[in-house]
């Protein structure tokens, strides 16, 4: 099997970027990228499905796929490979609506104390759940006992709630009775009163940022867990990370106070960031796209050891609404741009959908140089 080069491209990165700031201090941070590790140009979904209609990979200008982990089959990965594209694997970290069907101990909980609906089409585990963290893992090692892929990008890793709107959904969640009590025991916060409703409101209105905090410190476990078997298993793969780009006030901070996630900590420990700017799910202009990864560029370098390289998704799914060909074509060109060292789409489906999309999708990638 082929030995993932991505990891030690990384290192390679970091230390020319170090000898480099002295020698090229004229020459732009994007073209520096460029000399040093291929710019990642990617196609996520079900990648396959291009195949299947007859494109190839190189042919369209991509040298990566992320996959979903249920569309990942031998055919597809040797495929890939014999067509130099890097695999990059998605994995559903914290969505779950079988698993919670069918284990309700694991079902989120509100503040009622009742459980919590599915959020649209997204169903969340409670991320305290010993047996669905049993059951990733399982998952997780087997992808990467079966394939040498060169990544795996989690993503849900958030509390459950629905962000893929101009409307979120917004559930306060879990509290469960094994969430509360590993809450008290994680804080040292007593919490007072006799049943769950009781507890939530206890909670809510005396340790919010307690809770705020601790629920935050449960998705970077699953995170440093889920990278630790990474490294374990496969040590040049990278661990990338899916994640909301809504900026930390945007409503009213949910991004921190709901969905449970710090950037500043994913910095800490992913590999790769790859915000979703999905423009035309969150009603934002396409410009957006070139102001979040600007700003997720100047976070990472102002206040961080770690630094994540960053990969955004961008849309060109025409659900909800149309992404016009040419509106694409913008997001795909502000989402290019440094500090981005890489770029993917959503979806093949949607490139499928409208060959216009391929064109604009190809024409990028054949004209942008890989190193
Ligand atoms: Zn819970």
């Avoid at 599915?118 to 394939?147: H, N, S």
Wanted: net charge negative; aromatic share 12%; charged share 25%.
């Amino acid at each position: 099997m082929r030995k993932s080069p991505a990891r030690l491209m990384i290192l390679i990165y970091f230390i020319v970027i170090t000898a480099g700031i002295i020698s090229c201090e004229k020459m732009g941070e994007s073209e520096l990228n460029q000399e040093i590790m291929p710019f990642v140009k990617g196609v996520y979904g079900n990648p396959g499905t291009l195949l299947e209609a007859g494109y190839r990979f190189d042919d369209l200008g991509m040298n990566a796929i992320f996959v979903r982990s249920i569309s990942l089959n031998e055919s597809l990965y040797e495929t890939a490979r014999l067509q130099n594209v890097q695999v990059f694997v998605e994995f559903p970290t914290l969505l779950g609506r079988n698993y919670v069907e069918n284990h309700p101990e694991a079902w989120p909980i509100d503040e009622t104390g009742e459980k919590s609906p599915p959020a649209d089409w997204f169903m969340g585990v409670c991320p305290t759940d010993p047996g669905f963290w049993d059951y990733r893992e399982k998952q997780l090692r087997d992808i990467l006992d079966k394939y040498d892929v060169d990544g795996i990008f989690l993503d849900y890793v958030h509390w459950h709630a629905q962000f893929e709107t101009p409307d979120p959904i917004l559930p306060e969640t879990c509290f469960c009775e094994r969430c509360t009590s590993l809450f008290s025991e994680d804080t040292g916060v007593q919490v007072l009163g006799a049943g769950i409703p009781e507890k939530a409101d206890w909670i809510l209105v005396n340790a919010n940022s307690e809770w705020r905090g601790w629920r935050s410190r449960v998705l970077n476990k699953w995170v440093s867990g889920m990278k630790e078997i990474v490294r374990e298993m496969r040590p040049d793969a990278l661990l990338g990370i899916f994640y909301c780009s809504w900026y930390p006030d945007d409503h009213d901070g949910a991004l921190f106070k709901t969905l449970g996630i710090d950037v500043e900590a994913f910095i800490e420990m992913a590999d790769v960031l790859s915000p979703m700017l999905f423009h035309k799910m969150k009603e934002r202009r396409p410009s957006w796209v070139g102001e979040y990864t600007g700003w997720l560029g100047d976070l990472i370098s102002a206040s961080h050891e770690n630094q994540p390289l960053v990969w955004p998704i961008v849309q060109a799914h025409d659900n909800p609404g149309i992404v016009t060909p040419d509106e694409f074509r913008q997001v795909m060109l502000k989402g290019i741009q440094a500090p981005s060292t890489g770029i993917m789409m959503f979806s093949d489906r949607s490139l499928l959908d409208n060959p216009e999309k391929i064109e604009v999708m190809m024409e990028l990638y054949l004209e942008k140089p890989e190193d």
